[in-house]
T-cell receptor, first 115, second 117 residues
Framework: EDQVTQSPEALRLQEGESSSLNCSYTVSGLRGLFWYRQDPGKGPEFLFTLYSAGEEKEKERLKATLTKKESFLHITAPKPEDSATYLCAVLGGTAGGTSYGKLTFGQGTILTVHP | DARVTQTPRHKVTEMGQEVTMRCQPILGHNTVFWYRQTMMQGLELLAYFRNRAPLDDSGMPKDRFSAEMPDATLATLKIQPSEPRDSAVYFC???????????????FGSGTRLTVV
């Protein structure tokens, strides 16, 4: 069974204080690792997809990296508007199998950035 | 931008009543998911469909929950009878997984916030 564990559960930063969120995973046949951002009262919003170890993706102050067992979301010089819950998910399964395309989420990290 | 539309946005109902939540996936997406989100459990997968066929509903309490896709533009999640422990936000998501090449993240709706009193 696919499993995703995120840490820490909550992270408080001062504006400009860089840090990283962790996502550890076990999956049969990784088809993609996804990062989402979720604001209160809204659905998760897609940020990145990573496919293979060593891959990196960047968007504004966010950079996602991937190894064979975990992914990191690095936040550089965060601003208060980066405050949200960040969710990691894995897409696994064998093409053509019934589990293919199943997206399994971690519990999320609640990020708060203080001005 | 294409969106996943969920109705209603909010629902308050009494214990024992039937609740139906609806989702309109993005046109052309072949996979539709139902998730439930609570503070304690996070996002739990309830059921998902590919090309309207149910693939996995092992996350649902089958005695009270049912999920269907009567056509490609509508997915429904029904709870009968509802219980206070069903109070949560229910999300629908749609996408098309690919065996090779890029896999873009599934698109989520805004959710239905269900309160059972």
């Amino acid at each position: 069974e696919d499993q995703v564990t995120q840490s820490p559960e909550a992270l408080r930063l001062q504006e400009g204080e860089s840090s990283s969120l962790n996502c550890s995973y076990t999956v049969s046949g990784l088809r993609g690792l996804f990062w989402y951002r979720q604001d209160p009262g809204k659905g998760p919003e897609f940020l990145f997809t990573l496919y293979s170890a060593g891959e990196e993706k960047e968007k504004e102050r966010l950079k996602a990296t991937l190894t064979k067992k975990e992914s990191f979301l690095h936040i550089t010089a965060p601003k208060p508007e980066d405050s949200a819950t960040y969710l990691c998910a894995v897409l696994g399964g064998t093409a053509g199998g019934t589990s293919y395309g199943k997206l399994t989420f971690g519990q999320g990290t609640i990020l708060t950035v203080h001005p | 931008d294409a969106r996943v539309t969920q109705t209603p946005r909010h629902k308050v109902t009494e214990m024992g009543q039937e609740v139906t939540m609806r989702c309109q996936p993005i046109l052309g997406h072949n996979t539709v998911f139902w998730y439930r989100q609570t503070m304690m459990q996070g996002l739990e997968l309830l059921a998902y469909f590919r090309n309207r066929a149910p693939l996995d509903d092992s996350g649902m309490p089958k005695d009270r929950f049912s999920a269907e896709m009567p056509d490609a533009t509508l997915a429904t999640l029904k709870i009968q009878p509802s219980e206070p422990r069903d109070s949560a936000v229910y999300f629908c998501a749609s996408g098309t997984p690919r065996a090779s090449g890029s896999n873009y993240g599934y698109t989520f709706g805004s959710g239905t916030r269900l309160t059972v009193v």
